[in-house]
Structures are given as C-alpha cells and as structure tokens.
C-alpha cells in the first residue's frame, strides 16, 4: 500500500550512508538525479569507513580477463561471470572516479612489520587461475586534502565532502523501516522513522539499499554463520534491517553463510571487538585445551572462521573459540597489540590502545603472570596442557624448524619469560557478505531471477562474494556497486511516466 | 656522513629477501611503544645502547622509497637526552640478483645530520652501533632465508 502523502521525495533513495551509500547518491547526483540519503546512525561510521579501505587491483591492466577469471574461480560458482565482469571493468574505472572527487590510489604495503595480520596480495595462490597473475593492493593516498590515518575513514571523508557540496539531502538518525511497493510492483520508496515518526520518503525513481550486513543481528548469526560466539569489528547499528526488509519485497537471498572474520579482543565495556595486530613473533594462538591448532602467522586475516568453525563433534564444542592469545614481555612492549586506525572502537568511540599495552593490563583485558601455571589458571586452562605447548614451541624454535605447523623461521621466537602474557581472543566479523541477490547492473533481484523494479543494491549488502574471500575485494565492491546503482537508478524514468 | 656499510651474499632468491627485509629491519632494534601512523611511518622508543651507556631516544622512522623487490630507503630521525642528542639518519638498502638462487645485499647508513654530543663524544660508538646491526641483519637474513 503505497502512502498518499510522502514526508519528502527524490529522484533517488539511497538506504545506508557507507562508502556504496556515497558512491551510489555521488553518481545518481552527478547523473541528474535528486537524492536523499537516509541513515541509521547518528554519525555515519559504517564498516566501509571503519576498515582499512584496502582495493585490489591486477598490476597490468591488461590482465583484467585472467583477474576476472580468477575471482570468479574463487567464488567457486556462487556468482555469475557476468557479476564478477562488472566488478573488474567498474574496478579499473575507480581511479579515475576518485581523481574526480579530488583523491588518488597508491600502491598499499601491508602493514609494517605485523606478524599476525596476514594479507597475501594474492590470498589462492594455488588455483590454476592464479598462475602468472599479479596483483596489487592499493589505498586512497593520504595528503592534505585526504589526512584521515585510516584508509577506509579517508575514502568515506573524500566522499563526505564531496556531498556536502552537492543538494543531495542527507538525513541521519532517520532508520529506514520497509520498502514500499506499488500495485504493479515497483518499489516507490521507502516508510523511515524520522524523530520517531513513521515517514513516507519517495522515490521517484528508485531505492538503492547499501545498508550494510547483519553484524549484530544475533538470530541472522545463529541461522548462517559459523563459529559461535561472533562479534564484530564494526558498527553496532549493522542490524539486518535492510534484509528484512527486502525479503517482504520478495527479494531472493544469497551469500547468507559468507563472511571476512579474524580475531579480536571483545570486553564488555565496548560492543565491538578490537582486532589484534601483533607486531614481535613471540606468540601462539592455544584452544580451549591449551594446544596449538596452525601456524599463528599465516592464517589469511579474512579467513579466521574456516579454522575456527572446526566442531568437535564427541565434546559438542567449537575447541578454538574462544582462542587463546599466549605473548611474551616483547609483544607486550613493542607496541599496542590491537590495530590502531581500525575498526568501530578506534574510529567513532575514538578509543587509543596505550603503546605499551599496560592500560589493558590495568583494565584486566590482558592478564600478566609471573608463571606459566599462573597465567593458566587465571585464563582457566589446564596448567600441564599450557606449560606442554609452551615447551614444546620453544623447543621448535631453538631448533629452527616448527615441525608441527610450519611456521616460517623468520615467525619462530621463543616465549620468554616471566612474566606471561594472556588473553581470550574471539571471532570477530569485518563483514557478512550476505544479503539480497543482484545482476550485474546493481538490481535486486527476486527467486525467479526477475528483478524487482526501482530496486538496486550495493556493498556489504549482499555482496557479491560468495565463497572464500580475495583480500580488498570488499572495500573494492562498495565503490564499483555503488556507482553501477546510482548510475542505473538515475537512468530510470520517473514513477508513473 | 657515512656511518656504516655491509655488503653480503644470502643463497636464497632476491624475491625471498625482499619478503624478509622490512621484517629483519624492524627487529633489528630494540623498538618499543611503537606507533603505526601510516603504511609507510611509525614512531617507537628506541633504547640505543652506545657503549656502556643506554640511551631511551624517541625515534621516527618513515620509508622514503621502496622499490620491489630491488630497494627500500628508509628515514630514521631519532632523539634522546632533552633533545641534546639527536641524529638523523638515512639508511638504503639495495637486492641485486646473482643468478635465481643468489642474492647481493648492500646495505649503507648515512648521517645527514647529527648533534655536536654525538659527533664529538659519540661517534665512534653511534659507527660500532650501526656495524653491529648490519652483521646481525646479514646473520638474520641467512638465518631465515
């Protein structure tokens, strides 16, 4: 049932304010459209701009066809060629996009000396559609006019500013509630809670949905993510709504069981996790038995949830999670041990990790114990358990050889000490990739593969990557969706023409 | 000024140096309290031992070039003492391949300016600091390669 009077209209609706929500009102603007941009939040932090804003390109431009058959390997049939096409042409266009806003890419090396974030430019190295590629990492420049110390942040500023030169109506602390559809089926706009008020906001010429993923929608994580518990990096208003909401518009879904997970600390005082960066090697990771379970230093950053979700069927437990961080006096002093210019915490709660980590010590976030058998109690594992791994890794690093997981030699350091550090680290999400399904134009599309007229989407939500997940892919999609709809939506006739 | 040089041959690929390089010189001194600022910056305490005596300097340090995998400048900026001592340093770092197997690493610390403490008292010591850096570099390296 479409409402008779509408609160405000537009050309566009854009639902969400993140990098795809900005790009997306950005070019349905520069494309002749009006736009109103709703979002959830009071102060836009979506998890684009609390990440590290990474996009992935192949070095020689010409080898776009052996990129685009190489992600489409990695998405393991869960999209079409036709999706990932789109994403490689509109990718290799970004740069110019972002000369046009005022910004530029640069090469990205990654990050200075971490031994636990693992970010391989190339994560399947392996498939055969990987042979002879290269490809690169590159991030928004930082310089005067882009001075933002995190990637993601800098990309969602340069478009900030660029709105606000621009008529495109923003609206915060506005939470869009349902979309509405007309008899013949078209989407005409959306019903929002403007200052607690039901609200009519049309759109004359389409929705475009970038409202992000289900982070903190613990029915959506209990029905498809695995491990259990799951956290988050980013933005506690990441709800699920827009799913909802686009399946009462009889949306198919897809990619509801994907995700880019790591490792975080999780304390009750903030919603979010804080991912972890260690940057001396003189840790391990230990389950709940206190033994060691991979090589610490090469677990891609994106793909922690593989080796956690491992079940164990005969005890009905997930043994690594939570898992426990095991650190000597050398991490604890060679810098904070969580990533500085990252993540919901460090960008709107504006938290800053002490340098030398003894803040979180006082805190109780990190425990110090003059013993091993100590610091096993106080983190509740088994003392013989920890005091045997413990010995056990030292031993392989005298030797020079970690014979139990392969850990390079450069990443072999003994633990060291008294005093022993410890703390409980947690799966924590950069993103779900789920959400509703879309064509290579940015269209919502419905079960039958129909799409749902006047509805696009981009981004997080529902994004297209379905499988595992090639490191700066996402950040990459928000910007390249986001033009696709807001290009699309502006195309459109108006409603009723 | 040059302070220090150390030229070397490691058995191993010039790509698999490249990979260790930024690794090794970052343990290469006894950082603490690092602040990551940038992909390229950071800024750490540096507890410099010259001679018997160790000094806590404030160190900035910024990779000026990078090259891959052929070389790496990098900008070290370090002060100590209430600011009486202080240096600046410039260190390159430069992967020549010999062969597919073999790899020539040249390695130079330059002094583009420093105070009168250091020059005069010293420098001696800030020369024998940087020589044994560059050999536990080389020992490093071949140990990890």
Not at chain 1, 368 to 380: D, F, P, V
């Amino acid at each position: 049932m479409v409402p008779e009077k509408p609160y405000a209209e537009a050309d566009v609706v854009v639902v969400g304010y993140g990098c795809a929500g900005g790009a997306a009102a950005v070019t349905a603007h520069d494309n002749g459209a009006s736009v109103i941009l709703l979002e959830k939040s009071a102060e836009p932090t979506p998890n684009s701009r609390c990440s590290a804003g990474n996009q992935i390109y192949p070095k020689d431009p010409k080898d776009k066809e052996k990129f685009a058959a190489y992600l489409h390997a990695v998405c393991f049939d869960t999209v079409e060629r036709e999706v990932v096409d789109a994403f490689v042409d509109g990718l290799l266009q970004n740069p110019d996009w972002y000369k046009q806003l005022g910004g530029e890419l640069e090469a990205f090396f990654f990050p200075p000396a971490s031994c636990s974030l693992y970010i391989p430019d190339k994560t399947y190295s392996g498939l055969p559609e990987a042979q002879g590629l290269q490809l690169e990492l590159r991030c928004l420049k930082q310089t005067d006019t882009c001075p933002e110390h995190a990637g993601g942040d800098r990309v969602w500023h340069l478009i900030d500013r660029k709105i606000k030169k621009t008529d495109i109506k923003v609206m915060t602390a506005t939470p869009a509630k349902e979309l509405v559809k007309n008899e013949k089926g078209e989407i005409t706009g959306v019903i929002a809670s403007v200052k607690g008020k039901d609200a009519y906001i049309k759109a004359n010429k389409a929705v475009i949905m970038t409202c992000g993923g289900f982070e903190f929608d613990e029915d959506l994580k209990r029905d498809n993510l695995t491990p259990r518990p799951i956290f988050s990096f980013g933005n506690p208003d990441n709800t699920g709504d827009g799913i909802r909401m686009v399946q009462k518009v009889g949306a198919a879904l897809w990619h509801m069981s994907k995700q880019a997970t790591y490792l975080a600390v999780k304390v009750p005082e903030f919603e979010s996790g804080f991912v972890i960066n260690l940057l001396a090697p003189g840790f391990i990771y230990v389950d709940k038995h206190a033994k060691r379970w991979a090589d610490e230093t090469h677990i891609e950053c994106h793909e922690f949830w593989v080796p956690l979700s491992q079940f164990d069927i005969e005890h009905f437990e997930y043994p690594r999670v939570p898992t426990y961080l095991i650190f000597d006096e050398e991490v604890k002093r060679i810098g904070p041990i969580s990533y500085a210019t990252m993540g919901y915490n460090v960008i709107a709660k504006k938290y800053i990790w002490s340098l030398d980590n003894s803040a979180e010590i006082k805190k109780g976030w990190i425990v110090q114990a003059k013993s091993i058998a100590e610091l096993a109690k106080r983190l509740g594992l088994d003392e013989k358990s920890l005091e045997d791994t413990i010995n056990r890794y030292n031993k392989l690093c005298k030797a020079n050889k970690d014979e139990d997981f392969g850990r390079p030699r450069e990443m072999l350091k003994a633990i060291e000490g008294p005093p022993y550090y410890g703390m409980k680290l947690w799966p924590v999400l950069f993103n779900t990739q789920g959400g509703p399904r879309r064509d290579k134009e940015a269209r919502v599309l419905d079960p039958d593969g129909k799409p749902i007229p006047r509805l696009y989407a981009a981004g997080e939500f529902g994004s297209i990557w379905g499988f595992l997940y090639q490191t700066s892919t996402n950040f990459s999609e928000t910007i390249v969706f986001g033009r696709i709809a807001g290009k699309n939506a502006a195309k459109l006739s108006p409603l009723g023409s | 000024m040059l302070i220090g040089e150390r030229k070397f041959i490691i058995d191993a690929p010039r790509q698999r140096i490249w990979d260790l390089l930024l690794r090794a010189t970052m343990r290469l001194l006894p950082f603490e309290r690092c602040n990551i600022r940038s992909q390229t910056e950071f800024n750490a305490i540096l507890k410099m031992k010259v001679g018997p005596v160790t000094l806590p300097m404030q160190v900035e340090m910024e990779i000026v070039d990078i090259v891959p995998p052929e070389s790496m400048d990098t900008m070290l900026k370090a002060k100590g003492m209430g600011g009486i001592a202080w240096i600046n340093q410039k260190s390159t770092f430069k992967l020549k391949a010999i062969g597919e197997d073999k790899t020539e690493v040249e390695a130079k610390i330059f002094a583009e300016g420093m105070s009168p403490l250091l020059k005069w008292f010293f420098l001696p010591m800030v020369k024998s600091f940087a020589a044994d850096s560059y050999k536990l570099l080389e020992e490093r390296l071949k140990q990890w390669a």
